[in-house]
T-cell receptor, first 109, second 113 residues
Framework: KNEVEQSPQNLTAQEGEFITINCSYS?????LHWLQQHPGGGIVSLFM???GKKKHGRLIATINIQEKHSSLHITASHPRDSAVYIC???????????FGTGTSLTVIP | DAGVTQSPTHLIKTRGQQVTLRCSPK?????VSWYQQALGQGPQFIFQ???????QRGNFPDRFSGHQFPNYSSELNVNALLLGDSALYLC????????????FGPGTRLLVL
């Protein structure tokens, strides 16, 4: 079983919709990352969380350490948000990433 | 300030061949991690180099080896290529091996025929 599970695997939304991507993990972690990967492969880090909530523009990330769960929200979605969103955790006492399989988001104009 | 760079961007090899992929870390970073991302999957950790030594290794066979140079750049070598080695290979750099933030390169897409 993968240490990190994401849902949904695929998501199609109309422009302007509010989007939520979920991530659950089964190990103790020191940090959780939300990453964005566009076609072609390059990965960009959106957020690093160890507690609470962070907001950057239309993106909001939350984490509940007790429930081992994190969510990434996109408000007023736009076609340029179309990408694969990956949740990755760093295990406590470690420094390697463990990745979810990603959520492929398509936002239709 | 250059970010993480990788070369080549694309590569086609045949089964049994050997391949070398290269990574230059972000300026100021001294730790390089390599990941394999198969199509439709999340990246899988291959290994991490710090101070020119392999510090951690994921569940990959010995056909996968690496090297880190004094300037912190790194190479990933894969011997006896299999069709299943076709993937995007990502390099990520960080400052100190214990850092929680890694910066990713654009990746090298390897196709094994």
């Amino acid at each position: 079983k993968n240490e990190v599970e994401q849902s949904p695997q695929n998501l199609t939304a109309q422009e302007g919709e509010f989007i939520t991507i979920n991530c659950s993990y089964s190990v103790g972690i020191s940090a959780l990352h939300w990453l964005q990967q566009h076609p072609g492969g390059g990965i960009v880090s959106l957020f690093m969380l160890s507690s609470g909530k962070k907001k950057h523009g239309r993106l909001i990330a939350t984490i509940n350490i007790q429930e081992k769960h994190s969510s990434l929200h996109i408000t007023a979605s736009h076609p340029r948000d179309s990408a694969v969103y990956i949740c990755a955790v760093i295990r406590r006492n470690g420094n390697q990433f463990y990745f979810g399989t990603g959520t492929s988001l398509t936002v239709i104009p | 300030d250059a970010g993480v760079t990788q070369s080549p961007t694309h590569l086609i090899k045949t089964r049994g061949q050997q391949v070398t992929l290269r990574c230059s870390p972000k300026s100021g970073h001294d730790t390089v991690s390599w990941y394999q991302q198969a199509l439709g999957q999340g990246p899988q950790f291959i290994f991490q180099y710090y101070e020119e030594e392999e510090r951690q290794r994921g569940n990959f066979p010995d056909r996968f080896s690496g090297h880190q140079f004094p300037n912190y750049s790194s190479e990933l070598n894969v011997n006896a290529l299999l069709l299943g080695d076709s993937a995007l290979y990502l390099c990520a750099s960080s400052y100190l091996a214990g850092a929680k933030t890694q910066y990713f390169g654009p990746g090298t897409r390897l196709l094994v025929l």
